[in-house]
T-cell receptor
C-alpha cells in the first residue's frame, strides 16, 4: 500500500529547459507536502514545501503545484541547471504526532540535466 | 556547523550480530527521526523522538530499538541482525512546530547483513 507514488523513475531534461517532476498520493488526510533533493552518498536536503490549503508555492527557480482533487503534486524547475541533477523525493505528512512530522516518501525520480 | 552526524558510514554485519548506529545533532533540535531506504524505494520511518526520554514507533519498527537520553543523541540499535535489514539508514532532526519545520538529514549509514 504505497500512499505516495512517483511513477517516473527517471527524467532527462536539457539545460535551460523546464523540469517537471510528478507525485501522486492516496491518503486524503495528508496536509503537508515536501520535496527533497538527494545527491549520491549524501542525505536528502529539503527543497520546497506546500500546505494543503494552498495550490502553489514558489521559491526562486522552484515551484510546487498541488491539485487536491486529483491528489497530485508537481515540482517545476525552471530554468534547469546541471547542478539540479539528483534524485528528487516527494514526501507527505498527515498532521503531526506530538508535533513530530511523520513523513511518507515516494520512491524518488532521478533527474538528469544534459548540457 | 556539523548538522546531523551519523557513524559509521559503512558496516558489514553477520546474521545474528548486533550493533548500534550512532546519530548526533548540534542544532539543538527537539525532534529526531530514523529512516531506512531500500534500493529503488523511498525512505520509511523506523522510530522518532520528540525529546529526551520520549520515543515512539514509526512505520517499520520491528527488529530495532532506540533510546534518547540527551537532546543531541539518538542511537538506533539492531539486536539480531537479519538480511532483511540490509539498507541505508538515515537519521534526521527538526525543530518543533509540526509540519512546517523541515527535517535535516545526515549522510546515512550503509549497512549490509551477510
Amino acid at each position: 500500500d504505497q500512499q505516495v507514488k512517483q511513477n517516473s523513475p527517471s527524467l532527462s531534461v536539457q539545460e535551460g529547459r523546464i523540469s517537471i517532476l510528478n507525485c501522486d498520493y492516496t491518503n486524503s488526510m495528508f496536509d503537508y507536502f515536501l520535496w527533497y533533493k538527494k545527491y549520491p552518498a549524501e542525505g536528502p536536503t529539503f527543497l520546497i514545501s506546500i500546505s494543503s490549503i494552498k495550490d502553489k508555492n514558489e521559491d526562486g527557480r522552484f515551484t510546487v503545484f498541488l491539485n487536491k482533487s486529483a491528489k497530485h503534486l508537481s515540482l517545476h524547475i525552471v530554468p534547469s541547471q546541471p547542478g539540479d541533477s539528483a534524485v528528487y523525493f516527494c514526501a507527505a505528512s498527515a498532521g503531526s504526532s506530538q508535533g513530530a512530522q511523520k513523513l511518507v516518501f515516494g520512491q524518488g525520480t532521478r533527474l538528469t540535466i544534459n548540457p | 556547523n556539523a548538522g546531523v552526524t551519523q557513524t559509521p558510514k559503512f558496516r558489514i554485519l553477520k546474521i545474528g550480530q548486533s550493533m548500534t548506529l550512532q546519530c548526533t545533532q548540534d542544532m539543538n533540535h527537539n525532534y529526531m527521526y530514523w529512516y531506512r531506504q531500500d534500493p529503488g524505494m523511498g525512505l520509511k520511518l523506523i522510530y522518532y523522538s520528540v525529546g529526551a526520554g520520549i520515543t515512539d514507533k514509526g512505520e517499520v519498527p520491528n527488529g530495532y530499538n532506540v533510546s534518547r537520553s540527551t537532546t543531541e543523541d539518538f542511537p538506533l540499535r539492531l539486536e539480531l541482525a537479519a538480511p532483511s535489514q540490509t539498507s541505508v539508514y538515515f537519521c534526521a532532526s527538526s525543530y518543533p512546530g509540526g509540519s512546517n519545520q523541515p527535517q535535516h538529514f545526515g549522510d546515512g549509514t550503509r549497512l549490509s547483513i551477510l
